[in-house]
């Protein structure tokens, strides 16, 4: 069955036959986005209903809070600034001119992600979870 999934600043048609079409097709974007290979993708259909998309990343600051995301970590899921895109339903942001890492609180960001993905109209979701590690952001998926 296939779903459409609001991922790094499109949304994408995923199914267990392309779902490697697509990871590599997110990579290229996230490349462009970030610089060459400092985030990588990894793309998992846990069963026909549940997508994984894990994003490792290289950077050795500190982007971990407790129930909190980091705005970059934010940033490389929705995609935004990738060739102009804003997302529909944007995320909190800090004042103009901040400089440091800034995080907001993970529900308020997938309020936002499930609302800019019904304006982007991706498939609606039954449920949507974040896992934050210090080495990776692991965005799940079920519909």
């Known amino acids: 069955m296939s779903k459409k999934v609001f991922l790094v600043g499109k949304v994408h048609e995923v199914e267990p036959a392309t779902i490697m079409i697509v990871q590599f097709g997110i990579q290229c974007d996230l490349d462009r986005l970030t610089g060459e290979h400092k985030v990588e ?3 998992n259909m846990v069963s026909e209903d549940e997508i994984e998309f894990t994003f490792s990343r290289s ?5 971990v809070e407790p129930d909190m995301i980091n705005t970059a970590d934010a940033d490389i899921i929705t995609g935004e600034g990738l060739d102009d895109f804003r997302m529909p339903e944007p995320i909190p942001r800090a004042p103009f001119g901040t400089c440091f890492n800034c995080f907001i ?3 308020e960001f997938l309020d ?3 609302k800019s993905a ?11 979870k ?3 590690t210090p080495e990776f952001a692991k965005l799940k998926l079920a519909y």
């Open 130 to 132: 974040l896992e934050i």
């Open 118 to 128: 019904r304006a982007l109209k991706a498939s609606r979701m039954k449920d949507i």
């Open 112 to 114: 936002c992600y499930k």
């Open 41 to 43: 993708l990894a793309a």
């Open 59 to 63: 950077s050795l600051q500190k982007l």
């Open 105 to 107: 609180d993970q529900q």
